[in-house]
């Protein structure tokens, strides 16, 4: 596809449910980075990938918050034990390189109720 | 939590007025982002500003790259329904991009 797809759209999980968010980059780009976004509030960073590599995951809020990318394209966001301040926007953007070149997705919609 | 702080939260204005936000940090930024974010939608890279006091535009756009480089500013001249989002800055932290809260922008017909 011409951009950064993600799915599902929208998620309702019940609380203590396991999720799996998926992100389709934009061919070819290097760079995919996944963030959460709060009602009212801005993306904040989760995690990082280089090709295959997390190269950075400090914004992963706690260990039930897993991602992976493991041929360097198609990455999941993995939350387990859903709970409900999980509730959020859930964003992937990808890059060909650096940051300032990110193209985002629609996001993922997760309510946890 | 967020770093950089956005002002206004929010704006209500006339279609055909100008609009003026801005974005603060508490640290240098070498880079300022503004993004804008539709209902349902992910941000959109409006501009980018890489170099203090560069003033770029983008249609009816402007933001500039404050001295400091502890602010930014991004105005929206002649204002029009779609303009209807909410703008965020963002600036770089290591590989990534840190945004503000949002200014939230309604253009009344």
């Known amino acids: 596809g011409a951009g950064v797809s993600q799915s599902p759209r929208y998620k309702v999980a019940k609380r203590g449910q396991d999720v799996a968010l998926r992100c389709d980059p934009i061919s070819g780009h290097v760079s995919l980075f996944w963030y959460q976004q709060a009602l009212g509030q801005g993306p904040e960073f989760l995690t990082y990938f280089q090709n295959e590599a997390q190269l950075d995951k400090s914004g992963l809020p706690s260990d039930r918050f897993f991602a992976e990318r493991p041929e360097g394209s198609v990455s999941t966001l993995k939350i387990q034990r859903t709970q409900q301040e999980d509730s959020a926007v859930y964003l992937c953007?990808?890059?060909?390189?650096?940051?300032?070149?990110?193209?985002f997705g629609q996001g993922t919609r997760l309510t946890v109720v | 939590g967020q770093q950089l702080n956005q002002s206004p939260q929010s704006m209500f204005i006339q279609e055909g007025e100008d609009v003026s936000m801005n974005c603060t940090s508490s640290s240098i930024f070498n880079t300022w982002l503004w993004y804008k974010q539709e209902p349902g939608e992910g941000p959109v890279l409006l501009i980018a500003?890489?170099?203090?006091?560069e003033l770029t535009s983008n249609g009816r756009l402007t933001a500039q790259f404050g001295i400091t480089r502890k602010d930014s500013f991004l105005n929206i001249s002649a204002s029009i329904p779609s303009d209807v989002g909410i703008y965020f800055c963002a600036g770089p932290h290591n590989n990534d991009m840190r945004f503000g809260a949002g200014t939230r922008l309604t253009v009344k017909p």
């Open positions: 500003l890489y170099k203090a006091g």
């Open positions: 953007a990808s890059s060909p390189g650096g940051y300032t070149e990110a193209f």
